[in-house]
């Protein structure tokens, strides 16, 4: 059997005629033995100088066979490379004296003060890298250093700088300056009428249905505040995993996620107001421009911090109880929101080990069984008309997670038996300390 890893993050062919369909964002935590002992050998290769032998070892700990994202072959005494990283392809070469790579982030029409200012200043931001102009005079990106400082160490960390920036680049400097336009690519792979016409109907119905909560549901948003800020998170944290957007709206979720947290100073009821704000304008973009920014595409680095799974033991024990209160009121909205809100931050946030984003993953589908019914997705968890789980589905895909996972973590063992079907809040409440009590020791 296929791993689960495999059928919800990799684009292999999905088992039993289940569509493939990624969730969430890419990680590039989850290497093989392969890759790891490929980055020791370009380690010890950088150390005897050996630049070449330690480039090949590089390219190889980071490339991923199931995206297909790293490319290299050897010409003019060196090694000549391609990386991608979603709309956006990196090239370089490298030979016995320096390391070269370079991404071009927008075409462009013509140059203005604004523009180079907007560029100069992100420099400053940079560590490694630097936004230029090539000899099209279009934008590119850069990043070039002596071999003698280019150890693996350091050119991991400028490929990543790189490659992610001019991804994240291109589709806001062309929403901004409307005499730029997207560099030519030819790796996107656009998502079908029906992935796209589910997910923009997914995106305004649950954006609705929170903000009706929001200003007309039963808590006042100025009394409640604490609520309103779950409500509101958790759609912003659920719509990145189930998604996966890109472009204008993925910068709008990462914001929403930065203006919340970054500034303690305001209180929550006007960081609320701002997200309101924020929620209000993804509403009003037009199905067009949710389609443009529709399409599948490759990664090599992920943008998410590795943490184990004490972290995510500990962040469930600081959360899970703020959901009681509002179940004990009849308050089921927001007591759902707040489990779903865990889920969501942890694989937003976090790349959890494995098992803990598989486990997220089932969460995500029992709660939001229509929508992946509507993507095409055959097994049924929960019914939400009648408020009926399917017990046994879920118990089933649990016991399946566990045996894909245990080679390598051998005494995971959810405890299926508390699970506690008898109502939705119930349910989530009981899904996140099964998580929560797992025993997640990795073998080495």
């Known amino acids: 059997m296929s791993s689960i890893f495999n ?3 990799k684009p292999a062919k999905s088992p039993e005629g289940q569509p493939n369909i990624k969730f969430g964002r890419y990680s590039d935590s989850y290497k093989g033995t392969v890759q790891y002992a490929a980055w020791d050998k370009a380690l010890a290769a950088f150390e005897r100088e050996k630049y070449l032998d330690c480039y090949r070892a590089f390219f190889k700990y980071l490339r991923d066979e199931a995206e297909d994202n790293v490319k290299f072959w050897e010409a003019d005494h060196g090694i000549h490379f391609e990386l991608l990283q979603g709309s956006k392809k990196v090239t370089g070469f490298a030979d016995r004296k320096r390391f070269k790579a370079e991404a071009k982030v927008v075409k462009v029409e013509r140059l203005d003060l604004e523009l180079m200012k907007r560029l100069s200043a992100a420099n400053f931001d940079l560590k490694y890298s630097r936004y230029a102009l090539d000899n099209d005079e279009d934008i590119t990106i850069l990043f070039d250093t002596y071999t003698l400082d280019g150890s693996p160490y350091k050119l991991y960390y400028a490929l990543k700088e790189l490659a992610i920036n001019a991804d994240k680049q291109d589709d806001l400097l062309v929403e ?66 189930l998604t996966k957007p890109e472009g204008f709206m993925m910068e709008s979720l990462e914001r929403i996620h930065r203006l919340y947290f970054s500034n303690n100073e305001e209180g929550t009821n006007v960081k609320n107001a701002i997200l309101k704000t924020e929620f209000d304008t993804l509403q009003q973009r037009t199905k067009a421009d949710y389609f443009r920014e529709m399409y599948e595409v490759p990664a090599t680095f992920g943008i998410t911090s590795t943490v184990n799974h004490d972290k995510i033991a500990s962040f469930i024990d600081a959360e899970l109880h703020n959901m009681d209160w509002y179940q004990e009121q009849g308050h089921e909205a927001v007591a759902v929101a707040i489990p779903s809100y865990i889920a969501g931050y942890s694989l937003f946030y976090y790349a959890v080990p494995k098992p803990d984003r598989d486990l997220f993953h089932l969460f995500f589908q029992v709660i939001e069984n229509d929508y992946f019914k509507s993507l095409g997705f055959k097994v049924d968890f929960y019914d939400a008309a009648t408020q009926k789980f399917n017990a046994k589905n879920i118990k089933r895909a649990i016991r399946n997670i566990a045996t894909e996972n245990r080679p390598q973590y051998l005494q995971l063992n959810p405890n299926i038996g508390q699970l506690n079907f008898s109502s939705l809040p119930n349910f989530t409440k009981s899904f996140l300390v099964m998580i929560r009590d797992l025993d997640m020791v990795k073998v080495d």
């Open 7 to 9: 059928r919800f993050f």
């Open 176 to 241: 901004e300056f409307e005499y730029l336009h997207p560099a030519a690519i030819d790796h996107c792979q656009p998502l079908t009428d029906l992935e796209k016409e589910v997910k923009y109907a997914f995106i305004q119905e649950r954006i609705k249905t929170v903000l009706k909560e929001v200003n007309h549901g039963a808590l006042d948003e100025k009394e409640y505040p604490g609520a309103m800020a779950y409500l509101m998170l958790n759609l912003a944290y659920k719509m990145d995993y």
